[in-house]
């Protein structure tokens, strides 16, 4: 399990964190998600050994980290740590080592992390050669390259374009898969609904929420969607929430508590065409908890 407690960092005036916690077990896939400037790759630097929190600890399976340990962690950092003009091969060779691996484990690495991002026929580029996206995936191969316990990866999915979304989806989860926990900050929140187990939501340094999206879900406000067609106006009044109007077809979104009210109220009206709740999505559940 890899874990965060009470995470507390000032950068002078500007305090960035102050009391951030969070748990990712194996074979678990965390989405972290917050607003610019909330705290996100803070609090992954504070996790990887790279800041010093000013309170708080973080965690593998109960030990507190340190440089031992946190070799067996693969990290993504959002400044990229690549050297330019080093070829893709040569890199991931480099960082192999210097995670301890053998020279002829490197080169298994090598091969396999090569075939995996599908970066077949660019050993020999200099990563500033690259693609963006390209770059990308040997950034990831080298956060793999040491066959870690946890991934820590900040924004791994910035830049890329579906098709190389889909295969570093298709990576984390076989990965996750073989207990691997992952903990990722993104925000594209419709991956990080698809593809995460949990997610945590941070706001001003400050976890807000953490858990699986159902979860989240259900102790978000439940929205009831109420569909009549040839009613006339009025049947919703007395009723919270948006009422629209689209020829002789009415939708009312309530937040009413008092579902039959509002169902007795349709039927009297017109005919009942849907009615039923909503499912929150994780990008209205971040906008209500982050406002
Ligand atoms: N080295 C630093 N010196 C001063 N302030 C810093 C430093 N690093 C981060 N901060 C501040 O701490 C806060 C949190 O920043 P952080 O980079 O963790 O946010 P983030 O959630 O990763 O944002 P983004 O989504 O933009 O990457 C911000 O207000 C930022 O300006
Ligand atoms: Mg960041």
């Known amino acids: 399990m890899l874990e965060a407690k009470d995470l507390h960092k000032a950068f002078g005036e500007k305090v960035a964190l102050s009391g951030v916690s969070l748990k990712v077990a194996p074979g678990e896939i965390m989405g972290f998600v917050g607003a610019n400037g909330a705290g996100k790759t803070t609090t992954m630097r504070i996790i990887m050994g790279l800041l010093t929190p000013d309170l708080g600890t973080s965690s593998w399976n109960g030990a507190p980290l340190n440089l031992q340990q946190r070799r ?5 950092p959002e400044e990229r740590g690549l050297y330019p003009k080093m070829k893709v091969a040569e890199q991931i060779t480099y960082f192999a080592r210097l995670r301890g691996l053998s020279a002829s484990d490197a080169a298994a690495a090598v091969s396999r992390l090569v075939g995996q991002l599908s970066l077949e026929g660019k050993e020999n580029t200099a990563v500033e050669a690259l693609s963006l ?3 990308q995936r040997v950034q990831l191969a080298v956060a793999l390259v040491a066959d870690p316990v946890a991934l820590v990866l900040d924004e791994p999915f910035s830049g890329l374009d579906p098709i190389a979304v ?4 298709e990576v984390l989860q076989a990965r996750a ?10 925000h594209q929140l ?3 609904e698809r593809i995460c187990d949990s997610v945590s939501i941070i706001s001003a340094g400050q976890m ?4 699986p999206v159902t979860q989240l879900r259900a102790q978000a406000e439940r929205k009831l969607k109420v569909v009549v067609r040839g009613a006339e106006n009025g049947w919703a009044q007395g009723f919270d929430g948006d009422f629209t109007t689209d020829a002789d077809v009415q939708t009312l979104i309530t937040v009413t508590a008092d579902d039959q009210a509002v169902l007795r109220s349709a039927l009297q009206a017109g005919r009942v ?7 929150p999505s994780l990008a209205e559940i971040f906008r209500e908890v982050v406002a």
């Open 208 to 211: 807000v929420t953490s858990g």
């Open 273 to 279: 065409e849907q009615f039923g709740w909503l499912q």
């Open 177 to 186: 898969a073989e207990g691997v926990a992952v903990l990722f900050s993104s």
């Open 166 to 169: 889909d295969s570093l989806v």
């Open 190 to 192: 419709e991956l990080v």
């Open 72 to 76: 067996r962690l693969g990290y993504m």
């Open 133 to 135: 996206g390209n770059q």
